[in-house]
């Protein structure tokens, strides 16, 4: 099955400097790549996601890279602000994000210092 | 608009008693899964529904049973409870196989 691999586990940043978290996946089928952000007491929800015909995606301060050769994925979030603080997750799905297809990292827990 | 509600949000458990995380949705999602969160182990899928009466196993299904008679429902029950089904629970849906999962806010479950 799909193995997804999410470093770092923790991610300690100055606000307003950029954090950069990334995935590898193993399966080359996977197609479909979506980030969750998990608050602290809260369920995740999706931020962004990017499909492997697509090699980047930008929205506001958030961007997803995604290089199908060396299958690995990268979440980019600039100008850092508290809000950013949380869990973000990486998956990836060869069934384009069904519930029997997406398998997640382990999580980065990102910090953002004043 | 509710999305995916969960219930209880904690419940303490002794080991062997059995239970039921309750999760609905007002969406009209043909999908919803649970999984289990663990420090350290990121989201892992227990079980799964592609629709009404239809359901499968996902990563870590042992100890858990489901059901789903209706699509606004999917009821998770814990036959017998162990204390390594400890854990932060979330129930998820989905419109279908490509898109977003809209999760719940969690069921904290604790095995003593």
């Known amino acids: 099955g799909e193995n997804v691999e999410q470093h770092p586990s923790t991610l300690s940043v100055q606000e307003g400097d950029s954090a950069v978290i990334k995935c590898t996946y193993s399966?080359?089928?996977?197609?479909?790549f979506p980030w969750y952000k998990q608050e602290l007491g809260k369920g995740p929800q999706l931020i962004i996601d990017?499909?492997?015909?697509?090699g980047e995606k930008k929205d506001q301060r958030i961007a997803v890279t995604l290089n199908k050769t060396a299958k690995h994925f990268s979440l980019h979030i600039t100008e850092t602000q508290p809000e950013d603080s949380a869990v973000y997750f990486c998956?990836?799905?060869?069934?384009?994000?069904?519930?029997?297809?997406?398998?997640f990292g382990k999580g980065t827990h990102l910090i953002i210092q004043p | 608009n509710a999305g995916v509600t969960q219930t209880p949000k904690f419940q303490v458990l002794k080991t062997g008693q059995s239970m039921t995380l309750q999760c609905a949705q007002d969406?009209?999602?043909?999908?919803m899964s649970w999984y289990r969160q663990d420090p350290g182990m990121g989201l892992r899928l227990i079980h799964y529904?592609?629709?009404?009466?239809?359901?499968d196993q996902g990563e870590v299904p042992n100890g858990y049973n489901v059901s789903r008679s209706t699509t606004e429902d999917f009821p998770l029950r814990l036959l017998s409870a162990a204390p390594s089904q400890t854990s932060v629970y979330f129930c998820?849906?989905?419109?279908?196989?490509?898109?977003?999962?809209?999760f719940g806010e969690g069921s904290r479950l604790t095995v003593l």
């Open positions: 998820a849906s989905s419109y279908g196989q490509i898109g977003e999962l809209f």
């Open positions: 399966d080359s089928a996977s197609n479909y």
């Open positions: 990017i499909r492997s015909n697509v």
């Open positions: 998956a990836a799905s060869k069934a384009g994000g069904g519930a029997d297809g997406l398998t």
């Open positions: 969406m009209n999602h043909e999908y």
């Open positions: 529904s592609v629709g009404a009466g239809i359901t």
